[in-house]
């Protein structure tokens, strides 16, 4: 008979994919649109949940028809650039970047407002912090168990308590909304949830999520791909619900904390005007095992991934990716943004054309007359905007720095669409490549 999860196993896997998402930045971006977007606040939401929701659980059922990885998904690029690509994925958004960024936001959360700028307490935090992670990520085939099962529920456990008292106890009433969210709320909402790179997140999860329903023997393609659509569904309806809440926290924040204030600093003011005393120490374990979750499903697959190109096992890539992380989280929070954000917006563009053109790969006659293009198009115009969100903006040539839609990040996107119907054209043109069979 073949094997089948069961419906607690099904919900399991839904709450894994959930917590793994929910990030310290997840819960941070929110709040802010919310108290700055006014009386604009549910427009800018619908953006927001547009590319903060849509695209992530787009990319899971994408990743779910290939089989759960990257590189199976990059096939029509090629196999080297398909590699190349899901390699610097795999980088920036695990040991460079939002890995060892967990362990620093969750330090300056729930550390940081007792001890100050401190770094020695920082070495020691991320030292115990990357322990837990490594111990955690050793034994894959548990991670339904130990973040399905456990982990996740209390994270869950945790939002639904901040979002039923954001409902039931809102601090004030919601302020005008500022000058850019009264021209245009529903952009800057979509552009929010564009930058909680949520996408690029969901490219390196597709593998961990196929791999836990694996770990309970199911094998046949069929079930892995409905039971990993199954699991990012769960995992929208989750992060819509917790952004839905966090937005009117912010919006009912007006009286308790300045607009300019950040995500951060107005959880502070709401927890604390609702729960006391006890309020930061509830923030702080809220971030805390969000980050956690985050870390561990980073790792795990970063090492998955991994483990098939280089010569050394999967427990020994947790290993050297958790110390590695743990030594580049030590550079501090302002640090590793200042750093991560031009490259993140350098890679996002072709990561989002890849993900979305999966989805019509039945339409053209050769899909890599399109997507290679397309791809190429798109990455050449992130690294401009990306350039332009650094230290090196000056070197960007001054028509490029005002392209249509340069200020919402989505510059890449007009040619992007302009090659793709150019491509789509030639290869109506061209039709389907006829290989012949030669006989001696």
């Not at 770990?215 to 309806?237: H, M, Q, W």
């Amino acid at each position: 008979m073949m094997k089948r999860l069961t419906t607690r196993d099904i919900f399991a896997l839904g709450f894994m994919t959930f917590a793994l998402f929910v990030g310290a930045g997840n819960i941070i971006f929110p709040p802010m649109v919310g108290i700055q977007s006014g009386e604009h606040v549910w427009v800018s939401a619908i953006g927001f949940l547009i590319t903060a929701v849509g695209l992530p659980v787009a990319t899971v059922i994408a990743l779910a028809r290939v089989g759960g990885g990257v590189d199976s998904l990059s096939t029509p690029v090629g196999k080297v650039a398909g590699i190349v690509l899901a390699m610097v994925c795999y980088l920036a958004v695990g040991p460079l970047f939002a890995t060892p960024r967990t362990a620093t936001v969750s330090f300056e959360v729930g550390i940081g407002p007792l001890v100050g700028e401190n770094s020695l307490a920082l070495g020691i935090y991320s030292a115990i912090y990357f322990l837990l992670v490594i111990v955690i990520s050793l034994f894959p085939g548990k991670l339904l168990d130990t973040v399905g099962h456990f982990l996740a529920p209390v994270k869950i456990v945790a939002l639904a308590i901040l979002g039923i008292a954001a409902l039931m106890w809102p601090a004030g009433n919601n302020l005008p909304a500022t000058e850019v969210y009264q021209h245009a709320a529903f952009s800057n909402g979509f552009v929010n949830g564009y930058l909680t790179m949520d996408t690029l997140g969901a490219l390196v999860f597709g593998i961990v999520i196929v791999n836990a329903a694996r770990s309970r023997g199911i094998e046949n393609p069929t079930l892995l791909t409905r039971y990993t659509i199954f699991a990012g569904l769960i995992a929208g309806v989750g992060l819509t619900l917790v952004y839905l809440s966090l937005f009117k926290l912010g919006s009912d924040s007006g009286s308790l904390i300045s607009q300019s204030a950040n995500g951060a600093a107005i959880l502070h003011a709401y927890v604390q005007h609702t729960f006391g005393a006890g309020g930061s120490l509830f923030l702080g374990v809220l971030i805390f095992i969000a980050c956690m979750v985050t870390a561990i499903g980073l790792t795990c697959a970063c090492a998955e991934f991994f483990a098939q190109y280089i010569p050394l096992s999967y427990k020994t890539l947790v290993v050297i990716l958790g110390v590695f992380a743990m030594i580049i989280s030590n550079l501090g929070l302002t640090h590793l943004i200042a750093i991560s954000v031009p490259v993140l917006t350098a890679i996002y563009p072709p990561c989002i054309v890849l993900v979305l053109l999966s989805f019509t790969l039945n339409w053209w006659q050769e899909a890599g007359r399109i997507i290679k293009p397309a791809i190429a198009v798109s990455l050449v115009f992130g690294i401009i905007d990306g350039l332009k969100a650094s230290d090196f903006s000056s070197i960007v040539p001054a028509s490029l720095q005002h392209l249509p839609l340069s200020e919402q990040n989505l510059s890449w996107l007009p040619p992007v669409l302009v090659v793709i119907i150019v491509a789509s054209i030639i290869d109506r043109m061209k039709g389907k490549t006829v290989s012949v069979k030669t006989t001696q």
